[in-house]
């Protein structure tokens, strides 16, 4: 099966600007997650959606940070405007509640660098 | 509040000796735990769970809800495990905490 899929790889902008990145999940699975993984720490989770329902965004900057995923498939996530300290990998994983063993599969992720 | 702790940020050791990567975490309920493993250049990727009590590529795994440690061990390194490695902690609703991970080499 084809995997999950990110763009862009990378990214540069400066501080207060906006920016977006998309992610497409393995086909048929149901869940989505977006993650925060600053250098030297592990990812941190942002926001979980159940097809096109957000099931946890406790962990969303919710003043600059939005998600959506319109059609229960490809998922968008934005930063507007973006801080110095968004500089970070961000990870989109998928899993399929139905294959019943939660394993979490990663994209390649974006590595965004705001100066 | 639920952490996953992983005291050393690099480990090195010699091809052929062996290798545990410590894990230990906070949980009230009845924790799913998991490894995860990113090689060179490529994405993050599941390496093993305590409920499969499987080995994979060697390693295995060990939940100890008395110590709350989930140490990740090889009898035997090789040069390929050379890796960033993330224990990983999952609560309801299928979201994982991880921990900070163990940058491993393994020297020739």
């Known amino acids: 099966e084809a995997g999950v899929a990110q763009s862009p790889r990378y990214k540069i902008i400066e501080k207060r600007q906006s920016v977006a990145f998309w992610c497409n999940p393995i086909?048929?699975?149901?869940?989505l997650y977006w993650y925060q993984q600053i250098l030297g720490q592990g990812p941190k989770l942002l926001i979980q959606f159940q097809n096109n329902g957000v099931v946890d965004d406790s962990q969303l900057p919710k003043d600059r940070f939005s998600a959506e995923r319109l059609k229960g498939v490809d998922s968008t996530l934005k930063i507007q405007p973006a801080k110095l300290e968004d500089s970070a990998v961000y990870l989109c994983?998928?899993?399929?509640?139905?294959?019943?063993?939660?394993?979490?599969?990663f994209g390649p992720g974006t590595r965004l660098t705001v100066l | 509040a639920q952490r996953v702790t992983q005291p050393e940020k690099l480990l090195s050791v010699f091809k052929g000796a062996p290798v545990e990567l410590k894990c230990n975490y906070s949980y009230s309920g009845s924790p799913e735990l998991f490894w995860y493993v990113q090689y060179s250049r490529q994405r993050l990727q599941l390496l093993l769970r305590h409920i499969s009590r499987e080995s994979i590529k060697g390693f295995t795994a060990d939940l100890n809800k008395g110590e709350t440690s989930f140490h990740l061990k090889k009898p035997f390194a090789q040069e390929e495990d050379s890796a960033m490695y993330y224990c990983a902690l999952m609560r309801r609703a299928q979201k994982l905490v991880f921990g900070q991970g163990t940058r491993l080499t393994i020297n020739p």
């Open positions: 086909s048929g699975h149901a869940t």
């Open positions: 994983a998928s899993s399929s509640v139905r294959r019943g063993d939660n394993e979490q599969f």
